[in-house]
């Protein structure tokens, strides 16, 4: 997609200066032959200020080097232009000074054109780049959302811990604190009510089934109507979460 970019706007580029200069020449072709010998000293400066210059001078702080090369390019830039009209001195006036258009010799409306043209493609980068920051923005987002949806953040060794809702096997009460039994043998102790973690969780991934415990459901392999067994762990059914419960569980 970027090579195609380039390939167009340097077209669009080429075919717009041809129309522009096409008033100084006597004809079309004429034109396009000028402007083709001037494309690569626009071409060559445009790459070496965007791609060279910019990224790593002025983007990175180093504002002295960045203004001594850009005068170096102005220099080499104006020389090739020399070079250029020379060119069009002998291929395109046989030799003959009154044959050259005005704007052909006219170095400094040539530098104009040149550094339009690197400006403006800079400008186009600068809208890509920030187009392309904006939607890796708002990836980041919709990734943290996600992640927020599928994880829970409780506190524990004084420090906030994501854990992932897929994780977790079954949450238990222990009185002063709560203990989340992960799927790979690993638990994670925390101080937070088991109420307050509870109102954390999806219900329809989690079930609260005794006041001192909390199972996932994708872990369950059987119920009855005094305990469920998730995993190899067999946990009791609260008189009081029965009903609600047992719901849930045929649910």
């Known amino acids: 997609m970027k ?12 075919s717009i200066m041809t129309l522009i200069f096409r008033g100084y020449y006597n004809s079309m072709s004429e034109s396009f032959y000028f402007v083709a010998m001037l494309m690569p ?10 791609g060279f210059l910019v990224p790593r001078y002025l983007l990175k702080g180093r504002y002295l080097k960045f203004a001594l090369y850009s005068l170096y390019m102005l220099i080499i830039s104006l020389y090739l232009e020399m070079v250029v009209i020379m060119l069009s001195f002998i291929l395109l006036a046989a030799y003959s000074y009154d044959n050259m258009s005005p704007v052909s010799s006219d170095v400094f409306v ?5 550094y339009f043209i690197v400006f403006v493609f800079s400008f186009i980068e600068f809208l890509k780049k920030r187009e392309k920051d904006i939607r890796s923005l708002e990836e980041m987002r919709n990734e943290k959302k996600k992640l927020m949806e599928q994880s829970i953040t409780v506190r524990s060794e004084r420090k906030l811990k994501p ?12 009185g002063d604190y709560v203990k989340i039994h992960l799927e790979n043998g690993k638990s994670i102790i925390t101080k937070e009510p088991i109420g307050k973690i509870h109102q954390k969780l999806p219900v329809d991934k989690f079930i609260r089934v005794h006041r001192s ?38 649910s």
């Open 110 to 114: 040539l530098t104009i054109t040149l």
């Open 163 to 174: 854990v992932l809702l897929d994780d977790i096997t079954f949450i238990e009460s222990l």
């Open 213 to 250: 415990f909390i199972v996932n459901r994708k872990y369950i392999n059987n119920f009855n109507r005094e305990e469920v067994l998730v995993l190899e762990t067999t946990i009791p059914i609260g008189r009081t979460y029965r009903h609600d419960a047992l719901i849930a569980l045929n």
């Open 41 to 50: 000293v626009v071409a060559g400066t445009n790459y070496f200020f965007n």
């Open 3 to 14: 090579n195609y970019f380039h390939i167009i706007f340097w077209f669009v580029t080429l």
